[in-house]
């Protein structure tokens, strides 16, 4: 059963830079059918989708972040990425990475999320 | 891309049938790009519920069924029971570089 685990500093100060991993287990994350994305939920707000990374390190990004978001992928941890600089208080939000299935476009496995608050 | 418009709430008994709605444009729902839905409860992972627009993952009760008229895609939860209350998303796929989620809805069950 694949899983997938966020992992990171669950406050960051304003103008500073958000960094989160996610970890892959139970699966290869250079399967060549799979993207792998962040998603994200401000606290009583609805999902915005961030990114997606393939394993070979290609990287697509909401256009609405794209100037501060960053992923990356490290295929000898089986893990990915995100880094979100300059950030605001409106970029608190629990943080999901998730598994693209890329023929039919549907994330298909999630990680419980992580909560990052923005403050100082 | 805009987002996909969602109701914000919809409740119903148990035993009873809901309907979601997913309303976009001709441009993205009403075309041939694909739909999906995840259902969200606090502390959990989410959770995919239908996939391409109908299909449903295997795992996924048969009480949940996915379609789609013109430019709006509906997420159905017949027999409703109390484990389904939560919140559910659609989301549109127009190409790994365009993903767009709905703006959410959160059901109730009385």
């Known amino acids: 059963q694949l899983q997938l685990q966020e992992s990171g500093p669950g406050l960051v100060k304003p103008s500073e830079t958000l960094s989160l991993t996610c970890s892959v287990s139970g699966g290869s994350i250079s399967s060549s059918s799979f993207y792998w994305g962040w998603i994200r939920q401000p606290p009583g707000k609805g999902l915005e989708w961030i990114g997606n990374?393939?394993?070979?390190?290609?990287?697509y990004y909401n256009p609405s972040l794209k100037s501060r978001v960053t992923i990356s992928v490290d295929t000898s941890k089986n893990q990915f990425s995100l880094k979100l600089n300059s950030v605001t208080a409106a970029d608190t939000a629990v943080y999901y990475c998730?598994?693209?299935?890329?023929?039919?476009?549907?994330?298909?496995?999630w990680g419980q999320g992580t909560l990052v608050t923005v403050s100082s | 891309q805009s987002a996909l418009t969602q109701p914000a709430s919809v409740s119903g008994s148990p035993g009873q049938s809901i309907t979601i709605s997913c309303t976009g444009t001709s441009s993205d729902v009403g075309s041939d790009n694909p739909v999906s839905w995840y259902q969200l409860h606090p502390g959990k992972a989410p959770k995919f519920m239908i996939y391409e627009v109908t299909k449903r993952p295997s795992g996924v009760s048969n009480r949940f069924s996915g379609s789609k008229s013109g430019n709006t895609a509906s997420l159905t939860i017949s027999g409703l029971q109390a484990e389904d209350e939560g919140d559910y998303y659609c989301c549109l796929y127009a190409g790994v570089s365009t993903l767009v989620f709905g703006g959410g809805t959160k059901l109730t069950v009385l």
């Open positions: 998730a598994r693209l299935r890329y023929g039919s476009g549907s994330y298909d496995y």
């Open positions: 990374i393939y394993y070979s390190g290609n990287t």
